[in-house]
């Protein structure tokens, strides 16, 4: 006999009080996509600065800022704006700053724009994170860090023939390895030693964003092509502010292409294999004893409660927006929680694939939960799909690519403030 999927009441009590579910420590707690205020042990009376970022915690630029506020534990206040590919902007926002374009930040009332500028005024009124911004150590790598990024736009966003794809692989890892020998300068991990500094921060948004992508698109795993990066990445998973800011594979896989103008993936059999594998929420991407590509971090053990009490916090909102109807996804959906908290398959009403599918191609890194939490909960989603009666190999809406519109944050924005 099949084993039955919990009630909400029974999954509630698995969930707990967990902060994931309740927002209890995201002013003090470690590094956090959903905290409105950070404080780092001071008053609020003290805060000084206000970051305006995405609702996604998506955008690259306001996560090079996010990362060096957190690093530089500088109490500051954090306003939520829709980027223009996932709604509508705000209009308080356009009217503040009429470009529209984030990140924004403003310190003692002086709003700047920009992020290299933001950069640069946190670091006149606060100091630097290690060399700063014009050091004579720190400004030829920000202009790597620009040569890297045109060889990756140039392979991943340029539809390319055979012989067009090898010459973009091999700009790319031209500059690829130009960056290890930067990180190899000076004994590692990072950049400029064994501390973190600014210049890492540079490199951060986009490295992580190539990382996902050429898998995705190219079959082609960075970090196992360029040890010294990988290195520089499993550093970085020592430290919470990092990890609360990481995203994952699938994540910035479909979130780019409207973001970069299109992502043309290479066709290869590696390439196919990879794909599918990130898009079905296999996990580890690759088979153990193969590296993950995707994190060196270890999965917390909270990670499946954390999952649980993320999809409690937005349960109404989840069932109401699944294309299934409310009343249809409800019992599917509590299948999955169950098969997630207890490892138990539970088989979910005939039809419900396409629904369960669905929620497992919206889930955002970080943004709804952090990437361990996620996998966790996509694996139990598709286990649970691949266990409907009747279509078992449906598939949910198809993600767009020209927008993100399907992720539109209104819907989900809390009415009240965080806890503490």
Known sequence: MAAAALSWSDLEALAGEHPARTGEG???????????????????????????????????YCQKVWLWLEERRIPYRVRKVTMFCYGEKESWYRQRVPSGMLPALEIDGRLVTESDRILEALEASFGSLGPGMADPAVVPLRRLERQLFRAWCQWLCVPHGARGEAEALRQFQGWASTLEQALAAHGGP???????????????????????????????????????IDRWFAALEQRSTYLGTQSDFHTHAHDLPPQMGGCHASGSASQQALAARIDGGAWPILEPPQADPETSAPAPEDSATLALARVLRHRSKLLERNPLGAATFDPALRAALTTLTLGTPVPPPPGSASGLRDLRDRISVPRDMPLHAARLLRQALEATALLDPSAPGAQGRAIP???RRDQDPQPFLASTPDPA
């Open 26 to 60: 995201r002013r003090e707690g470690a590094t956090n996509a959903q905290a409105h205020l950070r404080l780092f042990g001071q008053q609020e009376s003290d805060v000084r600065v206000t970051l305006y970022r995405d609702h996604h915690a998506w955008c690259p």
């Open 190 to 228: 990072y950049l400029l030693g064994e501390e973190l500094g600014t210049a890492d921060l540079v490199f951060v948004p986009y490295v992580e964003r190539m990382n996902a992508s050429l898998a995705y698109y190219k079959g082609y795993l960075l970090r196992r092509e360029h040890p010294l």
């Open 401 to 403: 690519l020209q927008h």
